[in-house]
Nanobody, 115 residues
Framework: EVRLVESGGGLVQPGGSLRLSCVAS????????MYWFRQAPGKGSEWVAR????????YYGGSVKGRFTCSRDNAKNTVYLQMNSLQPEDTALYYC????????RGQGTQVTVSS
């Protein structure tokens, strides 16, 4: 059974930083590209980032490019999302997934950016 558990969310002031983690189990993590998505209140899901299975390359949505960095530790079955220069519009539920359709996804971790 695929299991994804996110953590690291919280309340942060504008301009602040957070690092999210997603611990995976139930599949061969090192062979799987991983994705981050977010869903703001009252809006649909937005793709945030994708990282290759070997961690060599990563890709980002336009609204976060240059501020967010995705990385992974295959020895720990964990993917990370470092978020810098956070703004109120980054407020959302953030979740990781194993594919672009988020067929397998975690419950998410809430990020709130507010002064």
């Amino acid at each position: 059974e695929v299991r994804l558990v996110e953590s690291g969310g919280g309340l942060v002031q504008p301009g602040g930083s957070l690092r999210l983690s997603c611990v995976a189990s139930g599949f061969t993590f090192s062979r799987q590209d991983m994705y981050w998505f977010r869903q703001a209140p009252g809006k649909g899901s937005e793709w945030v980032a994708r990282i290759w299975s070997n961690g060599v390359s990563s890709y980002y949505g336009g609204s976060v490019k240059g501020r967010f960095t995705c990385s992974r530790d295959n020895a720990k079955n964990t993917v990370y999302l470092q978020m810098n220069s956070l703004q109120p519009e980054d407020t959302a539920l953030y979740y990781c997934a194993t594919d672009a359709a988020a067929t397998n996804r975690g419950q998410g971790t809430q990020v709130t950016v507010s002064s």
